[in-house]
């Protein structure tokens, strides 16, 4: 199969080389990356990623559930694998086989994953804020018994920031109030002779954000930013970390066609010609992550120049007003996300348009785009 001849996503090994040691820098030398590679590693390709990140050096992973994790160590990724989300008891069975750490999201979950009956590699999870996963920090009698139950190696202790992406006074100090929430548990933990364990609470935002005053913790969970993306432009953070984009977006013209003035084009006839055009039929549609809301407002680049989504976004192609684009032709390669020429378009500028973030934009690119390093 022929990679490029519809519509695929290239990688860009040195830019992923490039990030991995930016955040390298910017952490304590104690503190070891664990990147996360979930939902494909936010689409550019788990396995890709995951073993271009061993070879590095990383021997620390988290993922979102146990399907992610069981592909990673088919493909070969040794480490700790922690499985951030909630799995069933009917697949306890894979947590052995596999290796992998789950994450305890609560006392009750705790007793189910004891109640297995075979060893079991898990990480507790801490509630200091955003009320979604893991027992209440306010719970350090609950906590400490999880020490108490068999079968339940406690390998480390984490949790979430919620508010740690906001740049309001009010969002940075809740931070801070969830470390000296997270703190005091383990401080709790230690009086209570409960160790060997590590911790790990930062995000891409935690990081970068530099919000945490007191901690010295084990592990950062570097996310979107370690593929050279915020889940919004943030000026600041662009001019302070020289991140670069690992992901490109590309696809291939399938045809041309000529419109006439009052012509229309697309599913519902949503645009029509004001004057003679040129439409370039597109092979990659929503079936393929671009997303549908883009419809008559996205744009893209054709041989460094831009050309704007014209009609709906279909299932598997889209339409583009090529008119002022000299010389386009079909099997021209289009850029969704990336450079050509002079220009580039970032996923943060097509999550703008498309009214939501990167981290979505990403995670739903589809599994039928051909991935690959180049």
């Known amino acids: 199969m022929y990679q490029k001849g519809r519509a695929w996503i290239e990688l860009n090994r040195a830019h992923l080389h490039h990030n991995v040691r930016l955040f390298q820098r910017i952490l304590p030398k104690s503190c070891q990356l664990m990147p996360a590679i979930k939902a494909n590693a936010y689409g550019h390709g788990a396995e ?19 399907e992610e994790g069981v592909r990673l160590r088919q493909s070969g990724i040794t480490g700790e694998i922690l499985i951030l989300g909630y799995t069933h008891p009917q697949d306890f069975e894979r947590l052995r086989k596999y290796r992998l750490t789950q994450t305890v999201v609560d006392y009750t979950y705790g007793r189910e994953l004891s109640a297995y009956g075979y060893p079991l590699l898990v990480h507790i999870g801490i509630d200091t804020g955003m009320h979604r996963l893991g027992e209440d920090s306010t719970h350090i009698d609950k906590i400490q018994k999880l020490w108490d139950l068999p079968g339940l190696c406690i390998t480390g202790v984490f949790s979430h920031l919620c508010t740690s992406d906001g740049t309001s006074r009010k969002e940075q100090m809740f931070v801070k109030l969830q470390e000296r929430r997270f703190l005091q548990v383990i401080k709790s933990l230690k009086k209570a002779r409960k160790t060997g364990f590590a911790t790990h609470l930062q995000g891409s935002y935690g990081i970068l954000n530099g919000n945490l005053l007191h901690g010295h913790y084990q592990y950062a969970r570097a996310g979107i930013a370690l593929y050279g993306a915020l889940s919004e432009s943030s000026a600041l953070l662009s001019q302070k970390y020289p991140l670069k984009p690992v992901l490109s977006l590309k696809a291939r013209i399938a045809c041309i066609r000529e419109l006439s003035e009052g012509e ?40 460094g120049e831009k050309a704007p989504v014209v009609g709906r976004v279909c299932m598997d192609q889209l339409l583009l007003d090529v008119t002022k684009i000299k010389g386009v032709q079909s099997k021209d390669e289009v850029v969704f996300i990336g450079k050509s ?14 009214g939501t973030i990167s981290n979505e934009i990403l995670s739903g690119l589809s599994d039928r785009l051909c991935r690959m390093f180049v």
């Open 341 to 354: 020429g002079e220009k580039e378009i970032k996923v943060e500028e097509m999550a703008r348009e498309a």
């Open 48 to 66: 890709l990623i995951g073993k271009e990140l061993h070879k590095m050096g990383i021997t620390q992973y988290c993922v979102a559930c146990a």
């Open 264 to 303: 229309g084009a697309g599913y519902g006839l949503t645009w029509h010609a004001d004057k003679r055009r040129l439409l370039a039929a597109v092979s990659i549609g929503y079936a393929d992550g671009i997303p549908r809301t883009l419809s008559n407002k996205g744009h893209v680049l054709i041989k």
